[in-house]
């Protein structure tokens, strides 16, 4: 990448500038939600929570995209993956009470009913959540923004092609030897999270088969569509949508770091999106009935889900799931967070930060550590019955559910620090061409699109993997696959 340090550090400032219109249009809103809970007549509140929640829509999106627009470094930092994953959770999936049809409404409320002081409630702690994260990730920057001079790389295929076959040897052989088998149960103990992790090598392999191939090296094509293929079909036999979409997410990371073009990756966003609604969520939907699991186990069960997908009637298809929305039901974290507040000011509230004492403990060597995603019990405490269903409230409702107001500001602060880190590690990562530090990149990305998930397990834990990984990659990786020579192919065209 041909960037110099005052190149980066002007679009660092202007990704300022929209983080802080981010924070001041969510303290308006904050003002004027607190007011209608305080004061408004009882009518007053549908519309109010028709209109906050669009807002708050518009808003992260526009934060989202005026940060990507201002450089090309920014979709390798954890903001606008916030901001994006924050409009579709806490902007768009509460527009579901009233916007939805009224099946979705009924499966909503059959998890938790809520009312409209309810779902305001939830509105203004989604505007405070996102408004003091905005403001933690300004004050972090002022904190962390400053550092030693970049030191610009030449691209060099050698080390690159070295870094990308150690990385595919270790992620094939975690995923195919440990997590999947855990996935699909056929392991009885707690795999550590952090061996979870080295199986996402394989599509940061993915992204420097992007690397080469834009540096010249065609012959690489046929690798980057054998990962590609391989990748899909293990995330469809774990029936994970989720799966699915982080390979998406890493072919368009490796074609934007070659070629980085906003509008394309717009286009490829609202092509997911609809990917999402109209075929991904129903086919998971009608593939884990028809399994009546978790996963299958072949590749064969992969194809006979597809092909009945693909044989079934649209009517059929609704039939099944009795006209709820399950896309938007799923982006709607409303209930779980109204049943946190109300629990919390009924004197009961949760203990789950207090997890954070076990994070950075090895699970190889404490066997008994607790699960840092507590979603089974927490799904318990609200139906009253113990299942196999994992329900988390993000963790803007979870850090009120342990402690109030106050907690909130403080956990959103942390988060939001976390991020101003994250952001200058990452920067500093791409503009200098560092890619054995992807994996490190990645967790940062990985905490920006998931404000949905438990505290400690998104955002505490995978500290001390990404502390691991910097010294094993630093001292072990880095020295397998430096060479001293040196390259006349520049890294391309990012920036």
Known sequence: ??????????????????????????????????????????????????????ILLLTCLWGAYRTMKSSPLALWTPMPWFLAACAAYFGFGPLVYHFGSAESVDYNDYFFPISEFALLETNLLNAVGIGVVAVGFLLGRISFARGRSLQIRRFNPLEVRRLMFIFLMIGISVKYLLAIPYYLGLISWTL?????????????????????????????????????GVEIITALMTLSKLAIIEVMVAVGLGWYLGRPNLRSLIVAGVSIAVLYVFVLSPFISFARLAAGAVGVGTVTEVGDSIVGFAGTRKEDLADSVTGVQGWWTRLSYSNAQAFAIQDYDHGTGGDTIGLAIYAFLPRLLFPDKPIMTPGREFTALITGELTETATAAGFFAEAYWNGGWILTVLVCLYVGMLFASFTTFAERTIATGKFEYLPIVMIGISMGYSPSEWLVGTYVGPLANAAVLYVVLRYLVMPMIRTPQKANVRIGAVG
């Open 1 to 54: 990448m041909n960037l110099s340090e005052s190149v980066v550090g002007a679009r660092a400032k202007r990704t300022v500038g929209h983080i802080f219109g981010v924070a001041a249009i969510s303290a308006g809103l904050i003002l004027i939600n607190a007011l209608l809970l305080v004061a408004a007549p009882t009518d007053w509140l549908s519309t109010a929570n028709q209109i906050a929640p669009a």
């Open 192 to 228: 550590p999270g952090g061996i979870q992790y080295l199986s996402t090598l394989t599509k940061i392999a993915i992204i420097l088969s992007f690397v080469l191939i834009h540096n010249g090296f065609k012959r690489y094509w046929w690798l980057l569509y054998g990962l590609i």
